[in-house]
Nanobody, 123 residues
């Protein structure tokens, strides 16, 4: 089982970035997916989730609504996080995750995790 996150990098404030996560070793289309992040010196924070089995319902952290969008491509076993209007406070390591039965914002409810990709937003 593997989740491989990619697409992070250095971006100026106000810019956009798309993160990608490749899944392998499990039936990806049976799993709900999510993104979390961890800023320097802070706890992990919920970013977004997509509840596949419940009709594709999406959940976002309140502070990120309208700027971030989660999506998936089951044919490619990939999940994405499109980030726009990036702010300095969006800097951190972003992790992708998948789980069979998850509570969207509950980190412990996810079964599999990627290694994280660094996003740095500069002024």
């Amino acid at each position: 089982v593997q989740l491989q996150a990619s697409g992070g990098g250095l971006v100026q404030a106000g810019g956009s970035l798309r993160l990608s996560c490749a899944a392998s070793g499990f039936s990806f289309d049976d799993y709900a997916i999510g993104w979390f992040r961890q800023a320097p010196g802070k706890e992990h924070e919920f970013v977004a989730a997509l509840m596949w089995r419940s009709g594709g319902t999406t959940f976002y952290a309140d502070s990120l609504k309208g700027r971030f969008a989660i999506s998936r491509d089951n044919a490619k076993n990939r999940m994405y996080l499109q980030m726009s209007s990036l702010r300095l406070e969006d800097t951190g390591v972003y992790y992708c995750a998948a789980g069979i039965r998850v509570a969207a914002a509950v980190r412990e409810s996810y079964d599999y995790w990627g290694q994280g990709t660094q996003v740095t937003v500069s002024s």
